[in-house]
């Protein structure tokens, strides 16, 4: 019987993405190999107890919402989650998934919206950036920087100029929590005039830095 270790699963709002401020279940895995400098779910790199998918599913009927993300960690981590995704697509939830980007989104059923982060230079995990993971990115599908600095900014430009990334689905410019001034990215993209969406956490403003939210 398929099952996944699961460190939480909770009812918020989205807090990032397109999806901002709409109610939603959030599907915790638990684990990732990544290692980024700035991670604010390291709770979640062990821990967890195992679900079936069948358990899951029961788990989120309480929630009257039609918005699941699966996050982590790194839900790509545990194979099992390609069958979690296919089911709730199954149940005609509106699903979206956020990934590191460091593993292959191939197989990833085509319903599921993607949110995939490419990591910068000052993430401390550059290298370990899937980079095919492009040839598979669709039109409804989200792609996420999170910078540390000016530094990451003006790399994340070559970037998206690079890959034509701005073709291919939006792109999201998200400052790290507390550390890069949201007055001063928000300059730099208009200055620029940038074709991205800038945005900041929503459920770390309304509630801080912790677990559940």
Known sequence: MTQLKIFEIFYSLQGESSRVGLPTIFIRLSGCPMRC????????FQGGSMMTIDEIMETIKKYHTHYVTVTGG?????????????????????????????LSIKEVDPRIKIILDIKTPESGEEKKNYWDNLNFIHLKDEIKFVLCSREDYDWAKKIINQYKLS?????LFSPVYQKLNITDLGDWILEDQLPVRMQIQLHKLLWGEKPGV
Do not use: I, M, R, W
């Open 74 to 102: 790194e839900p790509l981590a545990q194979k099992e989650v390609l069958n979690l995704l296919k089911v709730l697509a199954d149940q005609n939830f509106k699903v979206s998934l956020e990934t590191g980007g460091g």
């Open 37 to 44: 400098h700035y991670c604010d779910t390291a709770y979640a």
């Open 167 to 171: 073709e291919k689905c939006d792109v």
